[in-house]
């Protein structure tokens, strides 16, 4: 035999087992043309009547009446809580950059000590680096102050609002992707439908481990230090 007519027969083989597949015949070896999820495929046909068992399994489930009001209590429960959690992530993310803003300007009108390092002073007269560590009085008594430069006070307290907040966005992180996460994918799962516990558990879930909500007074910096990004950069979060 050729080898034209071996490469001929072999693209033969292969178109024939590719209509074979999607005419959604067994071709009698591994399907090599049409993945699972390709409804054509034999494997694709399968899988699509094990999905409509297990619909026709929730479709049954859902006639119970108390189980179709938890079944619509937890979608509307979830979906809020979802849009939600988006929410505040967006409105921390904004006010975590006017923090940063705000720290850059503050770093930028600071003074330097003789190493060039940011420098602070406090209302007592101390004077301490970035990291809060006193400046020797020999030293501090050289340092020039500008007529801008931030206090220790006003510096520090909003690196501290920052980092709280910074915590903030973690458990709500936290929350939106694991917590929430976790019952969209048990409650979109058809394969296995949740039982009325399974929904009540969730539901309690999705209220007892929400994030405490912020108060106003909670990232509102010193009132000489003005929001870069607009006037109501750090909202109270109810």
């Known amino acids: 035999m050729s080898i034209d007519g071996g490469v001929g027969d072999k693209r033969q083989i292969d178109f024939d087992d590719l209509q074979r597949e999607v005419a959604g015949l067994d071709v009698g070896r591994i399907t090599r043309f049409l993945s699972e999820n390709d409804p054509r495929s034999v494997a694709g046909q399968k899988k699509k009547a094990r999905e409509q068992i297990h619909r026709n399994l929730l479709d049954q489930l859902l006639q119970d009446a108390e ?5 619509v209590d937890l979608g509307d429960k979830l979906g809020a809580a979802e849009r939600g959690a988006d929410d505040m992530l967006e409105r921390i993310e904004v ?4 923090f940063a803003a705000q ?3 503050m770093e930028n009108d600071a003074a330097r000590g003789p190493d060039g390092g940011l420098v602070f002073r406090h209302g007592d007269g101390r004077v301490v680096d970035a990291n809060g560590e006193v400046i020797a009085i020999e030293i501090a008594e050289g340092i020039m102050w500008p007529d801008d430069a931030p206090s220790a006070e006003e510096y520090f307290a909003t690196k501290q609002r920052q980092a709280d907040l910074q915590d903030r966005q973690r458990e709500w992180t936290d929350y939106r992707y694991d917590t929430l996460g976790d019952v969209r994918a048990r409650y979109d799962n058809v394969d296995d439908p949740m039982s009325k516990d399974d929904m009540r558990d969730a539901l309690d879930a999705i209220e007892a481990a929400k994030p405490t909500s912020l108060l106003s007074s909670d990232l509102t910096t010193s009132q000489t230090v003005a929001p870069v990004m607009s006037a109501n950069a750090f909202p109270s979060f109810n």
């Open 67 to 71: 189980y179709k009001a938890l079944y």
């Open 95 to 98: 006010d975590l950059a006017n």
């Open 103 to 105: 720290i850059a300007d």
